[in-house]
């Protein structure tokens, strides 16, 4: 731009002198081109400065951008380590949580075996007693005589014309026999006690003594008990009896030899349930 005003002076000196009309032509052809190159400088200086503007804000913008973009990744660097905190807590508090729960796994587990234990044991027992009770019989008694074990429990029932005097809760004397070796068998089994249970048919009681099945089942299962404890040594708080009447049939009493089947006395043999229940006092509590 400088130069551009030196020259226009120096025109006007030499438009001012003598000159050739071939020196002026020519010295207006350069004043013509200098003339555009400096309008053509001014758009440029417009356009520089018009541009230095945009990038002035562009940059202010850029500025404001990242200022924000700072402060949202603080914002999000302070949430991680929020987040890192608390899977921390979470993953310790889980490790505890889990070390509990293998502990109860183990405590169960270890009761668990305590009660197949005890099953094992008291199936083993059941089978060699009812072993021992079945060898001791004969075949003329076992005619008379069903021993079972069901649900853990040793079932010794016998027919009632082998057991009473006809219409009567009075014990035969062809019983004694069955019942001494019944009762050797208890007297091993110190651990377990005796139920003693009567049942008859359904049909009605005609003794005067007698007000019904009832009482019937009841007296049986009585005179069973006091045989077992007075003439052979049965510890009476062992025993218990008592009577169910016609209500607990095994076969129908439609035929003869359904109700001869209903018409029984069962001795039950059962393991202690103070055992049992000392047992389950064992169980782990779950928290």
């Not at 003869?256 to 349930?273: A, D, Y």
Request: net charge neutral; with cysteine; hydrophobic share 35%.
């Amino acid at each position: 731009m400088k130069k551009v005003l030196f020259i226009i002076p120096v025109l006007a000196l030499a438009l001012s002198s003598c000159v050739s009309k071939k020196n002026y032509e020519s010295l207006q052809t350069q004043y013509s081109q200098l003339q555009n190159d400096y309008n053509t400088a001014q758009v440029r200086i417009a356009e520089y400065t018009s541009d230095s503007k945009s990038l002035a804000a562009r940059l202010a913008d850029e500025q404001k951008r990242n200022e924000e973009l700072r402060r949202a990744y603080a914002k999000l660097q302070e949430a991680y380590n929020q987040l890192q905190g608390d899977y921390t807590n979470n993953v310790s508090q889980g490790n505890v949580n889990i070390s509990k729960l293998v502990d109860e796994i183990n405590a169960s587990n270890k009761f668990i075996k305590q009660l197949v234990d005890a099953k094992s044991k008291s199936d083993s027992l059941n089978q060699a007693l009812t072993n021992k009770l079945t060898r001791s019989l004969t075949r003329e008694e076992m005619a008379d005589v069903d021993v079972q074990v069901l649900k853990g429990v040793v079932y010794i029932s016998l027919a009632d014309n082998m057991l009473y005097k006809s219409g009567s809760y009075e014990i035969g004397d062809r019983a004694h026999e069955t019942l001494s070796k019944i009762a050797k068998i208890i007297q091993d089994y110190k651990e377990y006690d005796v139920l003693v249970e009567g049942n008859t048919d359904d049909v009605p009681i005609s003794k005067t003594n007698i007000r019904n099945n009832w009482d019937l089942s009841a007296l049986r299962a009585s005179s069973v008990v006091q045989v077992l404890q007075t003439q052979y040594g049965i510890d009476p708080k062992r025993m218990t009896c008592g009577g169910r009447g016609q209500y607990n049939p095994v076969a129908s009493n439609n035929t003869e030899k359904g109700k001869q089947r209903n018409r029984r006395t069962q001795i039950i043999i059962t393991p202690k349930l103070d055992q049992f229940m000392d047992l389950i006092d064992q169980a782990p509590e779950a928290e």
